[in-house]
């Protein structure tokens, strides 16, 4: 297992779009080991292969956040989630806005609205299919992963004037660190 390196605006990598996945091997399933371990490690939600400079389309989820105050050796019970060639279907008209965060645009919140609910098919690490109504907090997180393996990010869904200020906050904290 290994924590690799996160990939942050505005590096083109992030611009690409990711390629289906077709061969469910062993490679394929360190990379997914690799990418919750870098995950849990950052720590996020989520995270697309793309983030480690992979582009394929493979998602990490864990909405189970890790608590800060948990002392060493206690932890949370995780609950891992991989999505491999995740395809969506039947968004909701109701839509709900949430305070995102992206760890390649580190540090900086805004809210973003997309559609509540969103139905997903998608293949797990052995290539079986699987389908699923997404709703509240996984709805989003899935949306805003998504958005990553067609180089879309948070910040796209922003007025421009809301994404250059996130953007000039990100360039202040580069500068003072
Ligand atoms: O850790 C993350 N938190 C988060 C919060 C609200 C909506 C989406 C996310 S995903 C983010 C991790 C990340 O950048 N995934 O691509
Ligand atoms: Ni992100």
Not at 109 to 120: I, L
């Amino acid at each position: 297992m290994a924590i690799l390196p996160i990939i942050e605006t505005p590096d083109p990598r992030l611009r690409v779009i990711s390629k289906p996945v077709g061969t469910f091997d062993a490679e394929l399933k360190t990379l997914v080991a690799d990418m919750f371990e870098t995950m849990y490690d950052a720590p996020g939600i989520g995270l697309a292969a793309i983030q480690v400079g992979v582009a394929k389309r493979i998602l990490v989820i864990d909405l189970q956040e890790p608590d800060p105050d948990d002392e060493e050796g206690k932890k949370v019970i995780r609950e891992p989630r991989v999505f491999i060639n995740p395809v969506f279907s039947d968004e909701s008209e109701e839509h709900s806005v949430y305070q995102e965060g992206c760890l390649s645009v580190p540090e900086q919140y805004a809210d973003v609205t997309r559609p509540a609910e969103v139905t997903v098919d998608w293949q797990d690490e052995d290539g079986k299919h699987h389908q699923e109504r997404m709703t509240g907090l996984m709805a989003t997180c899935i949306q805003h992963e998504h958005d990553h393996l067609e180089g879309i990010l948070f910040i796209d869904h922003l007025s421009r004037l809301k994404r250059e200020m996130v953007l000039k906050k990100l360039a202040k904290l580069r500068k003072a660190a």
